[in-house]
């Protein structure tokens, strides 16, 4: 199957400070990739669409200014947490879809972001 | 907005029983849904999908059942093992503007007592 590697895994910021998660699909093409949120317990929850070389599409809710995605080759997704705050302490991961038809997205490792 | 509803939130059930998990989703265009498992800490790993062209698929002792007019699908597990202990969550695609994505369900822990 495709691989998606996240990194940081774990990451530990102070508030007010910016962390940048990055997603990578090591051997596919991925134009479309999705970023979700999971916190203690719950569902994934989908924040946002990265396309390829094209802006971001946020889910309701989801503030662009504050969660900068950036899809700039077709292998490499970023998000950035700008001005972390506690409650953006959270399980955020990446996931992408093969070229085609809806189907089977591959996930990524995860990060969890936990903000002092 | 498009959701999707997955019960039971909890699940025990005794090794060798079966197990059964309910979604319902609200998009009438949806076609394709799939079941992930999760163990704690780690990424989500699919273990089933159904297209809306099936009404059932079956692989080894999970199977998954589609039923488009109501709108809902289930998994179901047979001879259940503690390893299958973890939670899953259930997903429709929906479609959003230039792409698809998968929206998930709130989730079923799933705890398989020896």
């Known amino acids: 199957g495709a691989v998606v590697s996240q990194h940081p895994s774990w990451v530990i910021c102070k508030s007010g400070t910016s962390v940048k998660i990055e997603c990578r699909s090591l051997?596919?093409?991925?134009?479309?990739m999705f970023w979700y949120r999971q916190f203690p317990k719950q569902s994934l929850m989908l924040m946002a669409t990265?396309?390829?070389?094209?802006?971001?599409?946020?889910e309701q809710g989801v503030e662009k200014d504050k969660f900068l995605i950036n899809h700039a080759s077709l292998t490499l997704s970023t998000l950035t947490v700008t001005s972390a705050h506690p409650e953006d302490s959270s399980f955020y991961i990446c996931?992408?879809?093969?070229?085609?038809?809806?189907?089977?997205?591959?996930f990524g490792e995860g990060s969890r972001l936990t903000v002092l | 907005g498009e959701n999707v509803e997955q019960h039971p939130s909890t699940l025990s059930v005794q090794e060798g029983d079966s197990a059964v998990i309910k979604c319902t989703y609200s998009?009438?265009?949806?076609?394709?849904f799939p079941w992930y498992k999760q163990e704690l800490g780690k990424r989500p790993q699919l273990i089933i999908d159904?297209?809306?062209?099936?009404g059932e698929k079956k692989d080894q002792r999970i199977a998954v059942t589609l039923n488009k007019t109501a709108k809902h699908f289930s998994l179901h597990i047979t001879e259940t093992q503690p390893e299958d202990s973890a939670v899953y969550f259930c997903?429709?695609?929906?479609?959003?503007?230039?792409?698809?994505?998968?929206?998930f369900g709130t989730g079923t822990l799933l705890a398989v007592q020896p």
């Open positions: 996931s992408a879809p093969l070229a085609g038809e809806v189907g089977e997205l591959f």
């Open positions: 051997d596919f093409q991925a134009t479309t």
């Open positions: 990265s396309n390829e070389g094209s802006k971001a599409t946020y």
């Open positions: 998009d009438s265009a949806s076609n394709y």
């Open positions: 159904i297209r809306s062209n099936v």
């Open positions: 997903a429709a695609s929906i479609y959003g503007g230039a792409t698809n994505k998968l929206i």
